[in-house]
């Protein structure tokens, strides 16, 4: 589950995780042995990373519209090339068709 919360997917162009938390994940690792990325992002006082999580939210919100937009333009590009392989069928009265009786 983690792997795929994480994962970049190409068509929303960013992570489940990062369109829901508005960040990346980090690795548990990282909070031991210290990244600039942990270190920037720990080290903040209270006031300015309230700010920052403020701005982060904000940043959020355009991120998920963004991702709608691109689900939008693949739904769009996916219908067009299965539209274009499908092959139209007329059936007649008296033609022999086989039913599925589910």
């Known amino acids: 589950m983690w792997v795929y919360n994480t994962t970049y997917k190409t068509t929303i162009g960013y992570s489940p ?6 960040m990346e994940a980090f690795l ?6 210290m990244t600039l990325r942990t270190a920037t992002t720990m080290r903040l006082p209270l006031d300015e990373s309230q700010r920052h999580r403020l701005l982060q939210l904000n ?17 769009v590009q996916q219908k067009k090339a ?11 009265e008296g033609d022999l068709v086989m039913m599925f009786d589910a």
Not at 17 to 22: C, D, K, N, S, V
Not at 59 to 75: C, F, G, P, R
């Open 17 to 22: 995780f990062h369109l829901t938390y508005g």
């Open 28 to 33: 548990p690792i990282e909070l031991e042995v």
């Open 59 to 75: 940043e959020l919100d355009k991120l998920q519209l963004k991702a709608h937009q691109s689900i939008e333009v693949t739904h």
């Open 82 to 92: 299965f539209d274009e392989k499908v092959k139209k069928k007329e059936f007649k």
